[in-house]
């Protein structure tokens, strides 16, 4: 015998869940408006909407906890919106960005996010970091800061605490490496080459990393822009990896197959998209801006669930793995560029 459901019950059944999970996503949603006030204003240009997002929902989460009512719209905002975001976040890049680099430049780059989630893996055991936080830190310093360590989050089911403390420790040390290594490309006197390899190979945000690598010089800046877009694109083949080998001892535990992450194969679909349609500049920077907002929303979400004892109960060795990882990454990428262009 088959049931179907009428219309009214679909009704209600849809007006159910939006009662249910409005109040958390409106949370959400006003703690981005409030941080893209604060940019609008010229308060707080210099840190990403995101970040900014997470940072003013942390200070009002634990000033303030989470009423019970708006934890299923916050849990909305934190996973399946944040998903979404991730896809949305192909549309920034394509194919052609990463084939224009060259085969030799890009065998290095891969080499580089590559020694970069292993050695930064090791460091953390070597440390007692908990697993899934190093797995965090690693994919935000090799790929592209905040958006790697929400997507890396979303694919091994990593806990709230873990994503802000990621997300805190890759912004920290993306804005050091942002300030120092155009100071110290100068100083040296790099090339525009070197200098956008170095910038756009290294550095965490995207954001960041073109800003720094445009700091030489237009060439420069170019070049940096399609490394680090490059990078961004790692972003499939590294999840992949991660999902399989990190969930592996959780099939041990149980006998269910850890689930796929499919969000990727999204991502994956909308830089197929990019690279086929020729979209215009002006609806890309639109897209742009919904991603940002998206991801801001769901870092809200999560922030607002995070306490501050929390995280300070992790202690400094983080902090330290955080350090050493962005000292490698900036140190073999600075090699690198010196062996590709002499």
């Known amino acids: 015998?088959?049931?179907?459901?009428?219309?009214?019950?679909?009704?209600?059944?849809?007006?159910?869940?939006?009662?249910?999970?409005?109040?958390?996503?409106?949370?959400?949603?006003?703690?981005?408006?409030?941080?893209?006030?604060?940019?609008?204003?010229?308060?707080?240009?210099?840190?990403?909407l995101p970040i900014l997002s997470i940072l003013i929902a942390?200070?009002?989460?634990?000033?303030?906890?989470?009423?019970?009512?708006?934890?299923?719209?916050?849990?909305?905002a934190s996973r399946p919106l944040l998903r979404f975001g991730i896809i949305l976040?192909?549309?920034?890049?394509?194919?052609?960005?990463?084939?224009?680099?060259?085969?030799?430049?890009?065998?290095?780059?891969?080499?580089?996010?590559?020694?970069?989630?292993?050695?930064?893996v090791w460091v953390g055991r070597l440390l007692g970091v908990e697993k899934s936080l190093t797995v965090l830190i690693a994919s935000g310093t090799s790929?592209?800061?905040?958006?790697?360590?929400?997507?890396?989050?979303?694919?091994?089911?990593?806990?709230?605490?873990d994503v802000a403390y990621g997300v805190a420790m890759v912004t920290l040390f993306g804005s050091v490496a942002m300030t120092l290594l155009p100071m110290t490309s100068a100083y040296l006197n790099f090339g525009p080459m070197v200098h956008g390899f170095w910038t756009g190979g290294t550095i965490h945000e995207v954001a960041q990393a073109v800003a720094a690598a445009f700091q030489h010089d237009e060439d420069a800046g170019t070049v940096g822009t399609m490394v680090k877009l490059a990078r961004v694109l790692m972003l499939v083949p590294v999840l992949l990896l991660v999902g399989a080998l990190f969930n592996k001892g959780h099939q041990d535990a149980s006998s269910k197959r850890a689930p796929f992450p499919m969000f990727v194969l999204g991502f994956m679909a909308m830089v197929g998209v990019n690279s086929v349609l020729d979209i215009p500049a002006d609806l890309r920077a639109h897209f742009a801006t919904l991603t940002a907002c998206i991801l801001a929303t769901s870092l809200a979400a999560i922030g607002f669930q995070t306490r501050f004892p929390a995280l300070l109960a992790r202690g400094p060795r983080p902090l330290v793995l955080a350090a050493v990882s962005c000292c490698f990454v900036s140190g073999a990428g600075l090699l690198l560029a010196l062996a590709l262009f002499p």
Do not use: Y
């Open 143 to 161: 790929i592209c800061g905040a958006s790697a360590v929400l997507a890396t989050a979303s694919t091994i089911s990593a806990k709230d605490e």
């Open 89 to 120: 976040l192909g549309l920034q890049v394509t194919l052609g960005d990463m084939l224009a680099l060259g085969l030799l430049p890009l065998v290095a780059l891969v080499a580089l996010v590559m020694g970069t989630m292993g050695f930064t």
């Open 58 to 76: 942390m200070v009002i989460g634990n000033a303030i906890p989470a009423p019970k009512a708006s934890l299923p719209g916050l849990q909305i």
């Open 1 to 48: 015998m088959i049931t179907t459901i009428s219309p009214r019950q679909q009704a209600l059944g849809f007006g159910h869940f939006i009662t249910r999970n409005a109040f958390g996503v409106v949370i959400a949603v006003g703690i981005t408006g409030l941080a893209a006030l604060l940019h609008h204003l010229g308060l707080a240009t210099t840190i990403g």
